[in-house]
C-alpha cells in the first residue's frame, strides 16, 4: 500500500518530467531530420496527454499541479539531427525512471497507468536510441542523479 503523500509526490514528480519532456521535444523537434519528424511529434503529443492526465491525477489526490517552468536547461547542446536523437533518448529514459517511481507509490488504477507510461517511454526510448535496456527506468536511474524530475 502506498502513501498518499508518497503517491502525491510520486505524480508531481512525474508530471515535472512530463512538463520538461514536452519542452525538450520541442526543441527536438525543431532540430530532428525530416525522417523523423513524425516520430517527434508522435512523442511530443504523448507526453502532452500524459502532462494534462497528471494534472488531472495531482487535483485527484488534493494537490495543486505543478506548473511548467518557462524554459529548462537542457544536457547537452542540440545543434543538430543526431544531437536530437539523443536529446529525444534521454528525456524518455529520464521519464521512464519517474514512472517506476510512481508505479511503486501508487495502486489500482494509477499504478496500471503509470506502468503504461513507464513501457511507453521505454518503446520510444528504443526506437531512438536504436535498442533496448534490459530493465527500463531502473538502470538508466542508476545511472542519473538522485533527482526524479528531469532537467530537459
Same mark, same amino acid.
Given at each position: 500500500?502506498?502513501?498518499?503523500?508518497?503517491?502525491?509526490?510520486?505524480?508531481?514528480?512525474?508530471?515535472?518530467?512530463?512538463?520538461?519532456?514536452?519542452?525538450?521535444?520541442?526543441?527536438?523537434?525543431?532540430?530532428?531530420?525530416?525522417?523523423?519528424?513524425?516520430?517527434?511529434?508522435?512523442?511530443?503529443?504523448?507526453?502532452?496527454?500524459?502532462?494534462?492526465?497528471?494534472?488531472?491525477?495531482?487535483?485527484?489526490?488534493?494537490?495543486?499541479?505543478?506548473?511548467?517552468?518557462?524554459?529548462?536547461?537542457?544536457?547537452?547542446?542540440?545543434?543538430?539531427?543526431?544531437?536530437?536523437?539523443?536529446?529525444?533518448?534521454?528525456?524518455?529514459? #529520464?521519464? =521512464?525512471? /519517474?514512472?517506476?517511481?510512481?508505479? +511503486?507509490?501508487?495502486?489500482? @488504477?494509477?499504478? *496500471?497507468? !503509470?506502468?503504461? $507510461?513507464? #513501457?511507453? =517511454?521505454? /518503446?520510444?526510448?528504443?526506437?531512438? +536510441?536504436?535498442?533496448?535496456? @534490459?530493465?527500463? *527506468?531502473? !538502470?538508466?536511474? $542508476?545511472?542519473?542523479?538522485?533527482?526524479?524530475?528531469?532537467?530537459?
Amino acid at each position: 500500500m502506498s502513501d498518499s503523500k508518497d503517491e502525491l509526490r510520486a505524480v508531481q514528480a512525474a508530471l515535472g518530467a512530463e512538463h520538461a519532456a514536452v519542452y525538450g521535444f520541442g526543441v527536438v523537434g525543431g532540430r530532428i531530420g525530416e525522417d523523423r519528424r513524425d516520430e517527434a511529434r508522435t512523442a511530443y503529443d504523448a507526453h502532452r496527454a500524459r502532462r494534462d492526465e497528471l494534472q488531472r491525477a495531482v487535483r485527484d489526490l488534493g494537490g495543486e499541479p505543478e506548473p511548467s517552468a518557462a524554459a529548462y536547461a537542457l544536457p547537452f547542446a542540440v545543434p543538430d539531427s543526431a544531437a536530437a536523437a539523443r536529446l529525444a533518448t534521454e528525456l524518455e529514459e #529520464r521519464v =521512464a525512471g /519517474v514512472y517506476s517511481d510512481l508505479v +511503486r507509490a501508487s495502486t489500482g @488504477t494509477r499504478r *496500471g497507468n !503509470a506502468a503504461e $507510461a513507464l #513501457r511507453e =517511454a521505454a /518503446v520510444r526510448a528504443a526506437r531512438w +536510441r536504436g535498442g533496448s535496456v @534490459t530493465f527500463p *527506468g531502473l !538502470a538508466e536511474r $542508476a545511472a542519473t542523479s538522485g533527482s526524479s524530475a528531469p532537467k530537459a
